[in-house]
């Protein structure tokens, strides 16, 4: 379903007058769970040395260490992916996920409110049929939103030296187009169809162990395949339009159809020959590489990408740094309803399904981040939300206590209910004989995090209900 794209108009800033400046100043479990699947749908970031087992009390009810939110059991979701159950009519989807809306992020929430509301008027259809219902007026309020930012983007850019504004130029005409649903020409990459290859793979359900293993062998094989793009400085890197008519030189266009011709002859006798994704993503880059132009969806972290590669020649960094933080602004699926539901409009039913439940689904959270020189060992795990775990990321634990102090009740939520299980025997009962976990592990917790919470105001939890 095509909208019509907000107008931004940017060149009218150029002749209404503004100047130029070269060197501006600076619950109870409906779904009965089969045995353990042979793969898991999500994977965990390094869970050896016990995070296997602490991931099990999930499934009994472990609020999030950072938001204090119940922690979706992955074993449930995962139960939902295999048997179909995004592929059933909404009303049943409603019924069945309803049970879990108290796991769910903010936005995620709101997103499936919306849901709710169109199953009550239409029980019938499918999870993908009411996110087309949907798409037309959140396309509005989205383009409405990213109209604001722009116009900022806009007048930044007046001050722009003359040959970087050319080029923000074009990146704006192809924006423009990108939001508008009018077909566009779009430079090729080798490095950006890698990138999203890569993607594809994290995001794929394996359904057989096979699967994955063809996977990670074609993603190989395009690695060695499209290697041809030259590393560090790129002469035509930032420039668009110079990009285009370089690849369309006769001997670049036949080596990049002759790689893309040799990634599917591998492709199409895979196991994932019919995977709809990566089908997409061979047509688009076809598209691109013979220079046809073909629709494509806005993309902020590709806009932001190309924006950079634009500005990072500025001089003064602090107004190169000001785009940025402009362009940071444009929505997001993260925060933003509209962009949720507008990004995932032309997903299948178990793509929806899994982005709406996914945020809330319970990840082993390392205390130290391993970058940051942490261990992969129980003392040092804690359990939160696979969405929060991603903004943690390398942010320091007391850095981000102090930006989100909410953190320390929640922090003693979960051991309060960790000190519950352990004395209903749930501890002892998810161990194994090789991998054990029990009271210590409170005790730990405790412990790490009274070390690295913020030195001015360590969070001290009680774990005295441990002992009586």
Known sequence: MIVQGVNFNFLNYKSQGIKRCENRSAVSNPLIISPALSVDTVTFTSVSNGGDILKKLCAYGVPDMYTGLRLLDPKVLEHMQTNGIFNQPIEKVVK?????EDTMMPINKEVFENVKKVSKKQPNITLSEAFKYLYPIHKKHLLRAQQKVFEEIIRLACDLPKDLYDEFSVLMNITNKRLSNDPVVLPFSER???YKLRRIG????????????????LISFAGKIFCNEPKGNRAFGRNIKKKLEIQMRPEILKRNSTNLAEFKRIFEVSPLRN????????????????????YANFERKSFIHELKKITRKLKNKDFAQEFTEAALRLPTSKDNVSAFIVKFSDQNNNKIG???????????????????????????YGLSGSEINRQKTNIYFDEWVRKHPETRKNCQKQVDRLIELYKQGVFEKVSRKTKKIDKSYIEDFAKTIYII????????????????
Do not use: Q
């Open 96 to 100: 069945i996920a309803s049970y879990y």
């Open 192 to 194: 950006e169809f890698l």
């Open 202 to 217: 994290d995001e794929m359900i394996f359904k057989k162990p096979k699967h994955e293993y063809a996977m990670r062998r």
């Open 275 to 294: 995977n709809a994704d990566i089908i997409h993503l061979l047509d688009n880059t076809s598209a691109k590489i013979h220079g046809f132009p073909s």
């Open 354 to 380: 899994t982005n709406i439940m996914i945020s809330g689904m319970a990840s082993i959270d390392h205390l130290v981040a391993k970058k940051n020189g942490g261990v992969s060992k129980l003392s040092n």
């Open 453 to 468: 919470s913020p030195a001015e105001n360590r969070i001290k939890l009680d774990i005295s209900k441990l002992y009586e």
